[in-house]
């Protein structure tokens, strides 16, 4: 497989280990990094071997030899980048969430179909065995038929200066955090029925920082009769990262299914007892990145296209609304050529 030519915006911490590692390990090439600050986009390319240091964004976007854009901007600037992306003719690995809010996530959508590009948001655990693990215990009818599912996203909070806790940024429990326990949710449509329906959500916000959630509890319920129970906190006293799925003939936990490299364990308990299994310790980054490029070099097809991120971003904007809280406001859209333009 020929390899990509990977352009990434900013050298957020997250990139080291959501599209650096993931490169080393598979092959494909990191052109060019730009961030604010220079100084920090000339470390992280020395730390990770990539190739050049340009001067902004917009010129990771013009660059010729940049065929496929990483954005692990905050929040805010996921979606304004992601169309400029699309409109400079680049493929897009874009990090979750994949917008603002639903209407952004459309044209986002609109724009890369348009353009005839691809755009893919990164729930990069859905790609992980332990994630195909738990599908495979429905599609083979070990568990019996759905019937409830919990979700859990706790974590210790971040420094109050954290771009997370700013509603400008797109900041926020569920935008951060709640995003995988609501996709989680999602993804089990093929045995409920179809995707499940907000019954109601509950929300706290973040002292100081008005409109911002720091928790919030989401009831679901799938067409099939199942019960689904999303939660996030980004305050809480430990970090905890769980999936449960009951089924009429059992139940399954993973103990971490969004960061399966810390922990591969899926628990099974039924008719014939408590097991665990250990489905591997490789990073969800690596199979993302595998999977997409399949898909941009081979057509191979996504586990979570266009349709799916914009329907993920109307169920965060329907949790907030259903909570109390508006959902995340959209940025102006990036001119790209603009000397204010980084």
């Given at each position: 497989m020929?390899a990509?030519?990977?352009g990434?915006?900013?050298?957020?911490?997250?990139?080291?280990?959501?599209?650096?590692?993931?490169?080393?390990?598979?092959?494909?090439?990191?052109?060019?990094?730009?961030?604010?600050?220079?100084?920090?986009?000339?470390?992280?390319?020395?730390?990770?071997?990539?190739?050049?240091?340009?001067?902004?964004?917009?010129?990771?976007?013009?660059?010729?030899?940049?065929?496929v854009?990483y954005?692990?901007?905050?929040n805010?600037?996921?979606?304004?980048?992601?169309?400029?992306?699309?409109?400079?003719?680049?493929?897009?690995?874009?990090?979750?969430?994949?917008?603002?809010?639903?209407?952004?996530?459309?044209?986002?959508?609109?724009?890369?179909?348009g353009?005839?590009?691809?755009?893919?948001?990164?729930?990069?655990?859905?790609?992980?065995?332990?994630?195909?693990?738990?599908?495979?215990?429905?599609?083979?009818?070990?568990?019996?038929?759905?019937?409830?599912?919990?979700?859990?996203?706790?974590?210790?909070?971040?420094?109050?200066?954290?771009?997370?806790?700013?509603?400008?940024?797109?900041?926020?429990?569920?935008m951060?955090?709640?995003?995988?326990?609501?996709?989680?949710?999602?993804?089990?449509?093929?045995?409920?029925?179809?995707?499940?329906?907000?019954?109601?959500?509950?929300?706290?916000?973040?002292?100081?920082?008005?409109?911002?959630?720091?928790?919030?509890?989401?009831?679901?319920?799938?067409?099939?009769?199942?019960?689904?129970?999303?939660?996030?906190?980004?305050?809480?006293?430990?970090?905890?990262?769980?999936?449960?799925?009951?089924?009429?003939?059992?139940?399954?936990?993973?103990?971490?299914?969004?960061?399966?490299?810390?922990?591969?364990?899926?628990?099974?308990?039924?008719?014939?007892?408590?097991?665990?299994?250990?489905?591997?310790?490789?990073?969800?980054?690596?199979?993302?990145?595998?999977?997409?490029?399949?898909?941009l070099?081979?057509?191979?097809?996504?586990?979570?296209?266009?349709?799916?991120?914009?329907?993920?971003?109307?169920?965060?904007?329907?949790?907030?609304?259903?909570?109390g809280?508006?959902?995340?406001?959209?940025?102006?859209?990036i001119?790209?050529?603009?000397?204010?333009?980084?």
């Amino acid at each position: 497989m020929t390899a990509l030519r990977i352009g990434i915006l900013g050298a957020a911490r997250i990139a080291g280990k959501a599209i650096a590692a993931p490169a080393a390990a598979t092959g494909h090439r990191l052109v060019a990094v730009a961030a604010r600050d220079r100084d920090r986009a000339e470390r992280f390319a020395a730390d990770h071997n990539v190739e050049r240091v340009l001067d902004s964004y917009a010129d990771v976007l013009a660059d010729p030899e940049v065929d496929v854009v990483y954005n692990p901007l905050p929040n805010a600037w996921h979606g304004p980048w992601n169309l400029a992306a699309v409109q400079a003719g680049k493929h897009v690995l874009s990090e979750k969430p994949f917008a603002s809010n639903a209407e952004e996530a459309a044209a986002v959508r609109a724009a890369a179909t348009g353009a005839g590009v691809r755009v893919m948001e990164g729930f990069h655990y859905l790609y992980h065995p332990v994630t195909r693990r738990l599908h495979e215990l429905l599609e083979t009818g070990a568990l019996g038929e759905l019937r409830a599912v919990e979700a859990d996203m706790f974590m210790p909070a971040p420094d109050d200066t954290d771009p997370r806790w700013s509603l400008e940024l797109g900041g926020g429990a569920v935008m951060d955090l709640g995003c995988y326990s609501l996709h989680a949710h999602r993804a089990l449509a093929p045995w409920a029925g179809g995707p499940p329906a907000l019954v109601g959500a509950r929300a706290g916000e973040r002292a100081g920082r008005p409109g911002v959630d720091e928790w919030l509890d989401a009831d679901l319920e799938f067409p099939n009769g199942a019960t689904g129970r999303a939660r996030c906190h980004m305050a809480a006293p430990a970090w905890k990262f769980t999936c449960r799925i009951v089924g009429t003939r059992g139940e399954a936990v993973a103990a971490n299914f969004v960061q399966p490299h810390l922990d591969d364990r899926v628990t099974i308990t039924d008719a014939a007892g408590c097991r665990v299994e250990h489905v591997g310790l490789r990073s969800s980054y690596t199979y993302q990145l595998e999977a997409f490029a399949a898909h941009l070099r081979e057509d191979a097809p996504l586990k979570n296209g266009l349709d799916d991120a914009v329907d993920t971003m109307q169920l965060i904007d329907d949790c907030y609304r259903a909570a109390g809280l508006a959902p995340r406001p959209r940025q102006a859209p990036i001119r790209l050529g603009s000397p204010a333009t980084t």
